[in-house]
């Protein structure tokens, strides 16, 4: 068996190269692996001994950390890295398996994503708090991208100027985990495109699409800063961020009658259970329709 510090180092290599786990990934589980072995070299006395890990070791590690504060949803998530870096060392280094089926972490209720009203989605992609007709345009641009065709802001920014977006074409994204999607693109995605484009002048097509003031690849807080200046400018509500761009464009199709499997698709969920969240979003514009519609509804 390996020395506690270099399991961790082999398996956040393994993330890396194997699982192609995203930086921020692999650093929340750095931590988290590192928070156990903390928690192991006081609670055993010594070196953390990985081979002598128990169930009971963990649901005390667990305990800990509730006393100290952490949420729920925090020591959820923390318990299942934990669980992916113990069945690496099964796997790669021989450690005796636990029945790690048997432990359950704290339960945590996914928040419900909060969307904006269509005429909200409408001012965040034509409204401006920009003095800078430059930045307007771009910020116009990305704002009508992420709701006009479902993009993470992620996704977005990593866009080049050969992926410029252009109507009756699909839209090539790299998401979570390295998986492509296709969307579709809007006429008005094109138009808000081809103004920032004007603006943006020639590149090459490695340049990046959105670019900051000083011309390289528009950084995630300044887009998350510019909607943010948006909201206090023209009165949006406080949940208008980027990624409420992202939810309102899914649950507006799922009000216009879109299949949830066509929706997963275009959002590039994984699994479906993740896209089910905008049916509860839904509920409202649901129960409107029954109103209108149901002859004993009055």
């Known amino acids: ?8 180092e082999a398996f956040l290599e393994w993330l890396v190269r194997e699982r192609r786990a995203s930086p921020e990934t692999v650093e929340a589980y750095g931590r988290d692996v590192a928070d156990l072995l903390g928690f192991l070299s006081a609670h055993q006395g010594g070196e953390p001994d990985l081979a002598a890990l128990r169930l009971a070791d963990l649901r005390a590690f667990l305990a800990h950390r509730a006393a100290q504060g952490i949420g729920a949803a925090s020591r959820a998530r923390q318990l299942s890295a934990l669980k992916t870096f113990l ?49 307007a345009a771009r910020n116009q641009a990305l704002f ?45 995605v094109e138009a808000a495109m081809a103004e920032w484009l004007r603006h943006r002048g020639p590149a090459g097509p490695d340049a990046p699409l959105f670019t900051g003031a000083k011309g390289g690849r528009l950084d995630p807080g300044v887009a998350q800063r510019a909607l943010r200046d948006l909201r206090r400018a023209t009165g949006l509500p406080e949940h208008a961020t980027p990624h409420a761009l992202r939810h309102s464009f899914a649950t507006h199709l799922l009000g216009g009658g879109a299949d949830l499997r066509a929706i997963q698709e275009l959002l590039g969920h994984a699994s479906l259970s993740t896209t089910q969240r905008y049916a509860s979003v839904d509920q409202a514009g649901l129960l409107e329709t029954w109103r209108r519609a149901h002859p004993r509804a009055d």
């Open 87 to 135: 069945r690496f060392l099964v796997r790669r280094h021989g450690l005796e398996p636990l029945p790690l089926g048997g432990l359950t972490g704290p339960r945590r209720k996914p928040p419900v994503p909060r969307a904006l009203t269509e005429s909200q989605a409408r001012t965040a992609m034509t409204d401006s708090a920009e003095d800078s007709p430059a930045l």
């Open 1 to 8: 068996m390996i020395a506690p510090l270099a399991a961790r």
């Open 144 to 188: 009508t991208l992420l709701y006009g065709c479902g993009l993470r802001i992620s996704e977005a920014l990593s866009l080049d100027m050969r992926d410029a977006p252009r109507a009756g074409t699909g839209l090539r994204v790299m998401g979570k985990g390295q998986k492509e999607r296709v969307v579709p693109v809007l006429p008005a």
